[in-house]
T-cell receptor
């Protein structure tokens, strides 16, 4: 079974801090994704990557950046965290344009 | 862009059948998916259907696809308390890496 692991289950950060969310997958998938989930809004795509060092903006990239130096790892970076970035962050991976496998999520609170 | 819509809430009595509905707009969809999210967890793939199929059955789950009306449904037979969760409908588009998700339907199973 595919395993997608997110490094933290819960994070609490202060406004203005730089925040790193890490995600690792173990099935050699080309594609990796970062979504945020907010009540009533469903999942919104922040960034995705279809290969090492490649990235594309999703629907809501503002305030975020990403890094994919190795195929198995995809990092989401909040350069200067703000309270409106308090959310559940979900990482996912997939092979080509097939089904997504999700991690357990990171609940981020920015105070 | 793609639009996937689903109703936000469904309440069902234990032992009854649940039917969750979803509509989508992009006619070039390849696969349609149902994901389940239990409280505090990531998304788990429940089932999926290829766009040239009308129906797929998997134990208590039945997926119906009406491609003409762009309507997808998930029926859960003999609903149990463990089926209480948020259910997301999603579609993939040919030559696109991303999935488009609906806002999620919160299913509450009452005794």
């Amino acid at each position: 079974d595919v395993k997608v692991t997110q490094s933290s289950r819960y994070l609490v950060k202060r406004t203005g801090e730089k925040v790193f969310l890490e995600c690792v997958q173990d099935m050699d998938h080309e594609n990796m994704f970062w979504y945020r989930q907010d009540p009533g809004l469903g999942l919104r795509l922040i960034y995705f990557s279809y290969d090492v060092k490649m990235k594309e903006k999703g629907d809501i990239p503002e305030g975020y950046s990403v890094s994919r130096e190795k195929k198995e790892r995809f990092s989401l970076i909040l350069e200067s965290a703000s309270t409106n970035q308090t959310s559940m962050y979900l990482c996912a991976s997939s092979l080509r344009n097939e089904k997504l496998f999700f991690g357990s999520g990171t609940q981020l609170s920015v105070l | 862009g793609e639009d996937v819509e689903q109703s936000l809430f469904l309440s069902v009595r234990e032992g009854d059948s649940s039917v969750i509905n979803c509509t989508y707009t992009d006619s070039s969809s390849t696969y349609l998916y149902w994901y389940k999210q239990e409280p505090g967890a990531g998304l788990q793939l429940l089932t999926y259907i290829f766009s040239n199929m009308d129906m797929k059955q998997d134990q208590r789950l039945t997926v119906l696809l009406n491609k003409k009306d762009k309507h997808l449904s998930l029926r859960i037979a003999d609903t149990q308390t463990g089926d209480s969760a948020i259910y997301f409908c999603a579609e993939s588009i040919i030559n696109d890496y991303k999935l488009s998700f609906g806002a999620g339907t919160t299913v509450t199973v009452r005794a």
